[in-house]
């Protein structure tokens, strides 16, 4: 069994919500979104266009005139495993501010945070919301349920 493979099943063992919300891609491209705090991963996307489509809560979700800049693009060769963090669907739902959704391979881990107000003429305000968003990945790596991996 791979690496990701081993840890999604960790995963699953650790998190009750973990099997229903977990997504393994396998497209060398692809993107991510957040809408209404929630990670999704987009299963299509014209770029003529600029609408994309993903699967929401209890619909398929389609968003017009998308800003590029609003989506996380992926581009990796090796299967990709999604899972969303922060979120009513997300893994960890303990009240406080985590990243929006972690993605991994055999040999990668990555934590995101999608900060899509963070636009701003003023460096305070860049760096405040830069700040924000290194304490939500911070504050997902120690959590008790994580560390006790030896994936």
Do not use: W
């Amino acid at each position: 069994m791979s690496k990701q493979l081993e840890f999604k099943d960790f995963l699953i063992e650790k998190f009750s919500t973990a099997k229903e919300i977990i997504q393994v891609e396998n497209r060398e491209v692809f993107y991510i979104t957040d809408y209404k705090d929630q990670a999704y991963i987009v299963f299509e996307y014209d770029e003529l266009d600029s609408t994309i489509y993903f699967q929401g809560n209890d619909e398929i979700v389609k968003i017009e005139n998308i800003n590029e800049n609003n989506l996380f693009k992926v581009v990796n060769k090796k299967q990709t495993i999604f899972i969303p963090v922060d979120g009513k669907k997300g893994i960890l739902q303990d009240g406080s501010s985590k990243c929006d959704f972690m993605i991994f391979d055999e040999n990668t881990v990555c934590f995101v945070e999608i900060k899509l107000n963070a636009t701003s003429q003023e460096d305070r305000a860049i760096s405040k919301n830069r700040k924000k968003a290194l304490n939500q990945i911070i504050a997902v790596i120690p959590h008790p349920k994580l560390k006790k991996s030896r994936v």
